[in-house]
């Protein structure tokens, strides 16, 4: 027999599997909230692999598994990280509405990840992407407070005992404004193209391109404010855009202000590919990880750019 039961031998086989293939993508592209879930998964792996700190990140929950015990559940994915730590990981998202928002697991179904990973010889944690404010927290279990048949973490909660870090995650800072100027050009095809020309951080030029990226990166993807904006015209024609982001409130005599966390400007690249306004048109973006990573490690001396990190360790 193959494949849910079906005779591999038999006439109808391929339309009877095709028929089942499709029946299953209309369910699943009809129900919105598996939709994001299942998005929400793929966006953890490409932080995950972004971030740099991880060996392999691998899905887990593919294909059959018979366990003797019943109640077993596999985890999202599976994460190797550098230091050799082998931790496998249930995704969740939040959709908040305030910042007393929570996140809530039945108890039963994380005992059956928690005996997956145990079987396995893995650490079990929880991945919370909280969609209002754009930000993730990797938790152990044993944040949550059990409440009967369900476990429960609120956001505050979730950021207190976050170990992003692990993943080589951080809080990234740099001095404001950033401040970009663009050429644009109208190609034969009728399409236009856009071509940075100049980046300044704090009224300094970068000049460096690597540096240049991850200025770009972070005013289009940080948390920052658009503060500034006009065109360019030459002749009645535009020919480029001079545009300035700055945090909304920032306390000028540091010298600095954050941007928000790595994986939070990921998962803004990933979110702007995969979705059009608040639809979700793909899973994955057309890209690897790689393409979306800020280009920042937690030892990055910059030569121009001055960028401030906080790391967050939990014990």
């Known amino acids: 027999m193959g494949p849910q039961g ?23 592209l009809s129900n919105p909230i598996r939709l994001y879930g299942h998005r929400t998964e793929t966006m953890f792996g490409y932080v995950a ?11 887990e929950d593919t294909g059959q598994t018979f366990a003797l015990t019943a109640g077993t559940h596999t985890p999202d994915m599976k994460l190797v990280l550098r230091d050799g730590r082998r931790i496998l990981v249930e995704v969740k998202n939040v959709k908040m509405r305030d910042f007393d928002a929570t996140c809530t697991h039945k108890t039963a179904y994380v005992e059956g990840l928690r005996r997956y990973a145990s079987l396995t010889g893995c650490e079990f944690m929880l991945a919370v992407y909280w969609h209002g404010p754009n930000l993730w927290s990797l938790v152990l279990p044993e944040a949550f407070e059990i409440r009967g048949q369900k476990m429960t973490l609120t956001f505050k909660e979730s950021m207190l005992c976050n170990r992003m870090a692990i993943l080589g995650d951080f809080l990234l800072g740099a001095v404001p404004p950033l401040r970009c100027r663009a050429a644009v050009s109208r190609e034969p095809n009728g399409s236009t193209s856009i071509t940075i020309e100049k980046v300044f951080a704090g009224g300094e030029e970068i000049k460096v391109e690597a540096e240049k990226k991850i200025a770009w990166m972070i005013m289009m993807h940080g948390s920052w404010e658009e503060a500034e904006a006009s065109q360019i015209f030459e002749e009645g024609r535009q020919v480029g855009v001079d545009f300035s982001v700055e945090p909304h409130e920032w306390v000028k005599a540091q010298g600095f202000a954050f941007a928000g966390a790595v994986s939070s400007i990921v998962s803004s690249q990933f979110r702007q590919m995969t979705s059009v306004g608040t639809r979700v048109h793909s899973l994955s973006p057309p890209s690897d990880p790689e393409d979306l990573a800020v280009g920042v490690s937690t030892e990055y001396e910059g030569e121009e750019l001055k960028l401030w990190r906080i790391i967050q360790h939990v014990d």
Not at 6 to 28: G, P, Q
Not at 49 to 59: I, K, P, S
């Open 49 to 59: 692999a972004a971030l740099g700190n991880c060996l392999l990140v691998r899905r």
């Open 6 to 28: 079906y005779d591999l031998n038999h006439e109808s086989f391929t339309e009877d599997v095709a028929k089942e293939f499709a029946d299953n993508l209309r369910s699943a």
